[in-house]
């Protein structure tokens, strides 16, 4: 499975940025790649794209959302579109 | 309002990435940017970031979902933020 | 190693967009993911990260910026790191 | 003019994440979005696509690259095209 995070958070606070780097590295098997918009002065925006077993995306979906600081998240999940196909 | 859309298609249908492409730039002012994993030989998940009012991000999104080829598609919004600063 | 490989071209050239899709899915494996930012009514840039061996990502970047079309391309190595650590 | 900025480094390094966001946030104007690659346990690479006057472009990117932990960067500066067309 395939899922991506969409992530709305404040960079100001203490330490946000680098628990969610950390968290993403511990992972670093199953996400792929991220993209970061800055909002404004405060806010980021960034979506992750990650691969693997549901339980495990959705695992990692938890995490990053349950990280204190983070305004907005949501999981979208969706197949490697092979059975598809 | 910020959203971020979460497409999979089959690059192999004809003239589909150019139908999403040109989608995207008849809309260049509210579509900030995307970010494109090659899943496998045949699939692409696209994730594009946009801004504006809701109506046209949902307008935006539709247009896109409803690209004849697009497998799944999903439209995640949320604020930029400032209101819940 | 890893490469940054930046193109910026004219969506608007036929089958232009399909081939530089085509060609990335050749290489799927190399090819980890990419940036696309719909620059005006014309231009796209687009900014992929190449993985692989120095000559893999040397004849993937080679082959993108030898499409017709694309305007402006630049590689970018760097090694992954490792050795440096 | 359009630049793209490529950085690896080791997002142990203590508040280099924070400092490097810190410095996109005081140029969000100028910095459109960012492409995050966690390569390893350790090294990010990280692709910023940044527009602007060339002459801020170009100390946006020194000002990255001088963050004490980046292990090696690079800007790539293209026109937007508008004059190619």
Redesign the interface.
Known sequence: M?G?I?L?Y??HVH?L??KL??Q??AH?DQ???????????????E?L?SRGKASEVKRIADELLGVKGV??G?L?M?????E??
Chains 1, 2, 3, 4 share one sequence.
């Open positions: 395939v991506t969409t709305v404040d960079h330490d940025a680098e780097t950390e993403q590295h670093n996400i792929i790649s991220s993209l970061h918009v800055h909002l404004d002065a405060h806010n980021c925006l979506v794209v305004k907005h949501k979208v969706t197949s490697t579109g092979e598809l196909h």
